[in-house]
């Protein structure tokens, strides 16, 4: 799988060892993150990983800042792409599971890196369900494309 990954300032002490984790796990790595304490823009970064992912140029995509709030608020913008914060086993799964989600965006500050790195593996290994959950999915893409209800 290719998965690009992106990280602000905040993050940026975590991407070496995510890269290696998921370079460790037979993917291909693009790395588009912050190697520097200096402050960056999230939004930049978010816009970076989630425009490779909306052009399907990768297959997922792996953000991190302060709390993961903000690179989900800004790589929601782009199409196809379904962001989301996770901060547990479980809603890494079902974020998966149920939602297809194809952005992780992680906290930096409130997650420990064993819990990174387990929530990580599962996201890459839970698959997309379908059925019911495709039907909805669905749905999200027509409201990108200002297709559902008003």
């Known amino acids: 799988m290719r998965i690009a990954v992106g ?23 693009i790395d588009t993150g912050n190697d520097s304490p200096e402050p960056v823009d999230y939004p930049d970064v978010a816009a970076g990983v989630a425009s490779l992912v909306s052009r399907g140029e990768v297959d997922r995509g792996i953000l991190i800042c302060g709390t993961g709030l903000g690179m989900c608020i800004a790589a929601n913008k782009f ?17 998966r599971r149920h939602n297809d989600l194809n952005v992780l965006c992680l906290s930096a500050d409130l997650l420990g890196e064993r819990l990174i790195d387990r929530m990580v593996e599962i996201w ?7 059925g019911r959950h495709a039907r909805r ?3 999200i893409r027509q409201l990108e494309q200002g297709l559902g209800r008003p």
């Open 7 to 29: 990280t602000d300032h905040r993050g940026y002490a975590i991407r070496h060892k995510l890269i290696e984790l998921l370079r460790g796990l037979g993917h291909e790595v």
């Open 124 to 130: 890459l290994n839970t698959p997309f369900e379908g």
């Open 79 to 95: 199409p196809g792409v379904r962001a989301a914060p996770c901060h547990d086993d479980l809603t890494a799964e079902m974020s």
């Open 137 to 139: 999915v669905e749905k």
